[in-house]
């Protein structure tokens, strides 16, 4: 069964400093990653799309990375600030087209 | 360019009842899908849909029912409303196929009791 497992469930962290998410899969074949910020209330927001043959990628103050051989991935927050309080989901999709949602990481920024 | 709408952003049903969720795009997405969030729990597939009037289930497509009949509209039905419906619905739309970079609406949180 397609698991994606993401750690830890929640984390606090102060204002300025730096955190990473982790995120484990056992999808296969694999097709793509990709790393969502949902905002309370609001829906998920697209950060990173990372396919097999990409290792690290970068959106602003965000940097993903994937190990595809050891199926994990992880989100890098840099000089945190306040508007990064949401929580961060990690989606890994197979090349039969369907995709398996984490149930996400809750950060929350505090100043 | 508005995006994703999703229509409404709250309503409480009683058991029995029906109602339609609309989603509307303006991106001349291909692809759209309906899902559903749980407490603390991951986005489930409810039903998605490749183009105009075609539709397909997802991963938990019981109670529910779907039409597209434009490139643009995506309604999801609940024809009879149980308890375990209760969740926050988002509907998404993307240009390429499932496995691809989705936008999303707000969401409808929907209370049946």
């Known amino acids: 069964k397609n698991q994606v497992e993401q750690s830890p469930q929640s984390l606090i962290i102060l204002e300025g400093k730096n955190c990473t998410l982790q995120c484990n899969y056992t999808v296969s074949p694999f097709s793509n990653l990709r790393w969502y910020k949902q905002d309370t209330g609001r829906g998920p927001v697209s950060l990173t799309i ?6 690290t990628k970068s959106n602003g103050r965000y940097t993903a990375t994937l190990d595809a051989d050891t199926k994990q991935s992880s989100l890098h927050i840099t000089a945190s600030q306040l508007s990064d ?4 989901i990690c989606v890994v999709s197979g090349n039969a087209g369907k995709s398996t949602f984490g149930d996400g990481t ?3 920024v505090k100043p | ?27 001349n997405h291909n692809y759209m899908y309906w899902y559903r969030q749980d407490p603390g729990m991951g986005l489930k597939l409810i039903y998605y849909s490749v183009g105009a009037g075609i539709t397909d289930k997802g991963e938990v497509p019981n109670g529910y029912n779907v039409s ?15 308890p375990s419906q209760t969740s926050v619905y988002f ?3 993307s240009y390429y196929g499932l ?4 936008f999303f609406g707000q969401g409808t949180r929907l209370t049946v009791v």
């Open chain 1, 50 to 55: 990372m396919t097999f043959s990409e290792n």
């Open chain 2, 1 to 27: 360019n508005a995006g994703v709408t999703q229509t409404p952003k709250f309503r409480i049903l009683k058991i029995g009842q029906s109602m339609t969720l609309q989603c509307t795009q303006d991106m």
């Open chain 2, 68 to 82: 597209r009949s434009t490139t643009e509209d995506f309604p999801l039905r609940l024809e009879l409303a149980a």
């Open chain 2, 99 to 102: 496995n691809t970079e989705a």
């Open chain 1, 85 to 88: 309080s949401a929580s961060y």
């Open chain 2, 91 to 93: 509907c998404a739309s």
């Open chain 1, 106 to 108: 809750t950060l929350t």
